[in-house]
């Protein structure tokens, strides 16, 4: 019954390895949205999607894809890991701007 | 842009002692505004929200007031247990699809 449920939890990886990230909503929001959080706790978007449409693209490296195959998922697959993504990834979804958002536990990515 | 701005931490308060985290906002338009809270390990959990001006957001005995005019969200709690140990983040959504956090405020409570 999770309501955003993101996998895996933790993953550890080497430099210059592709990875990817899931995320599944069951609340039938109709937007989705990618938050990176660093190693100071400060929260800054990545993405956001409404109804499988990419509207929020902020300046992130290109190595960064979303794909949202329908609106209950977006993942999140990186090319070519870097030290400095280290950082925990959080997915969210949302109805209305003015409810808030639904986050997921978040995905802790570590590149060594 | 859009931006809030937190007081810093960490804030470190004895139990059943009062707590208020100060947070204010920039924003074109009229935002909503939120405390969410996050706890040692886990994603962030909406706390209390207001919509409009003078709107008072609760829950779980912490509240904040929306105030236009010194374009302030604090968040207070009267009498804070070791079990609210965490991170707050005061945030604003302005209509463009995202929210935007402030830096967010360790608070840590001792017994």
């Known amino acids: 019954d999770t309501a955003v449920s993101q996998t895996p939890k933790y993953l550890v990886t080497q430099m210059g390895n592709d990875k990817s990230i899931k995320c599944e909503q069951n609340?039938?929001?109709?937007?989705m949205y990618w938050y990176k959080q660093d190693s100071k706790k400060f929260l800054k978007i990545m993405f956001s999607y409404n109804n499988k449409e990419l509207i929020i693209n902020e300046t992130v490296p290109n190595r960064f894809s979303p794909k949202s195959p329908d609106k209950a998922h977006l993942n999140l697959h990186i090319n070519s890991l870097e030290l400095g993504d280290s950082a925990v990834y959080f997915c969210a979804s949302s109805r209305d701007f003015n409810y808030g958002y639904t986050f997921g536990s978040g995905t802790r990515l570590t590149v060594v | 842009g859009d931006s809030v701005t937190q007081m810093e931490g960490p804030v470190t308060l004895s139990e059943e002692a009062f707590l208020t985290i100060n947070c204010t906002y920039t924003?074109?338009?009229?935002?909503?505004l939120f405390w969410y809270v996050q706890y040692p390990g886990e994603g962030l959990q909406l706390l209390l929200k207001?919509?409009?001006?003078?709107d008072k957001g609760s829950n779980k005995g912490f509240e904040a007031t929306y105030r236009k005019e010194t374009t302030s969200f604090h968040l207070e709690k009267g009498s804070v247990q070791v079990s609210d140990s965490a991170v707050y983040f005061c945030a604003l959504s302005s209509g463009g699809n995202k929210l935007v956090f402030g830096a967010g405020t360790i608070l840590r409570v001792k017994s």
């Open positions: 609340l039938g929001h109709d937007t």
């Open positions: 207001a919509t409009k001006a003078d």
């Open positions: 924003a074109t338009g009229y935002p909503s």
